[in-house]
């Protein structure tokens, strides 16, 4: 008799938790604009719309960079340079035609360093795509002197295994404060791909001394998966092979990986030879996209790209 009774209100109260999650759902559900309709929190406001630039208005952008009184926005056909002293007055300064995306970016005092994904003729901004099977193709990243925001300058290109979609850029420290390094994430391997073969567990490295920008070269492709990463779990967008993104808190040496079916935390106390110290996966993610942490270093929150970039979904 106790245990029936028991059953009768356990079942009384998971009907009254479904119920309740069931209202929650449907409230959520009706506060989700139709197609279309653009709708921000009471603290945000649209002051301006600023077409983009002659060259690039056809090609999507992707990334925004800020330093000081200018954003630097990444584009599929090359990047531009806004200044947004007066938001409501943000006009571009400059903008430079250099095919290859996605153009992730970065910038570090006079330098601005962007990511190329997309299989090229060669390194060049008159570059035309070309199949990834030919050996001499390249992919990788490129960098520009930007003292000059009315003239940003090509001054080096660093090739790098399966090309730069992503790329973070970590200040040296200590003796070596005068250089930065490239956390280069990539993905996708194939076996006939002569420069992005499988496995590709990992990330490249690239150490750019400031004084002599032009002297940027990989100095290390730290394996971060040596087992190969999560293969085989249903549902995933595409199995482990390398990483999509990484953040860094290098005031604190730390940095957090993306890594398509792994979410990972480094050590990256040695800028050169950052070391794995927590790897998770979850069955509810299909694409560990990117990684941001609290001030305290303490969390980490990761995002699922559910879907991918193209055909986002939920």
């Known amino acids: 008799m106790f245990a029936s009774r028991r059953i009768g209100r356990t079942l009384v109260v998971a009907t009254a938790a479904v119920a309740t999650l069931m209202s929650t759902m449907s409230a959520q559900a009706a506060d989700i604009p139709p197609p279309g309709q653009i709708v921000t929190s009471p603290n945000v406001s649209h002051v301006t719309n600023v077409p983009k630039p002659a060259g690039l208005e056809t090609t999507i952008n992707t990334d925004i960079a800020f330093q000081g009184d200018y954003a630097y926005v990444g584009n599929y056909g090359g990047f531009s340079i806004y200044d ?3 938001p409501k007055r943000t006009k571009v300064v400059s903008s430079v035609v250099c095919p290859g995306s996605q153009m992730d970016v970065a910038v570090y005092e006079d330098l601005l360093f962007t990511a190329v994904d997309n299989s090229r003729s ?5 570059s035309v795509a070309q199949p990834a099977t030919v050996k001499e193709s390249w992919e990788g990243v490129r960098i520009f002197d930007v003292s000059d925001k009315k003239n940003p300058k090509y001054i080096k290109s660093v090739e790098t295994n399966c090309g730069s979609h992503t790329l973070t850029m970590v200040p040296g420290k200590g003796k070596d404060r005068r ?4 956390y280069v994430s990539s993905y996708n391997p194939n076996v006939t791909f002569p420069d992005c073969l499988p496995p590709h ?22 394996v971060v998966f040596p087992d190969g990463g999560n293969e085989t779990q249903p549902g995933l967008l ?4 390398g990483c999509h993104d990484i953040t860094v808190y290098a005031e604190k040496d730390i940095a957090a990986g993306a890594c398509m079916g792994d979410g990972v935390l480094f050590d990256i106390s040695d800028r050169e030879n950052p070391v794995i ?3 998770v996966t979850d069955p509810n993610f299909a694409f560990w996209h990117s990684a941001t942490f609290n001030n305290e270093g303490t969390k980490v929150i990761f995002t699922d790209e559910l879907g991918g970039g193209g055909a986002a979904t939920c």
């Open 277 to 279: 110290t927590a790897r």
């Open 238 to 241: 595409l199995p482990t092979s």
């Open 201 to 222: 567990d990992k990330i490249s490295v690239i150490k750019v001394p400031l004084r002599k920008p032009t002297e940027a070269a990989v100095v290390s492709a730290p």
């Open 84 to 86: 947004i002293r007066d």
């Open 122 to 126: 060669d390194d060049s901004c008159t």
């Open 179 to 182: 250089s930065v390094y490239l």
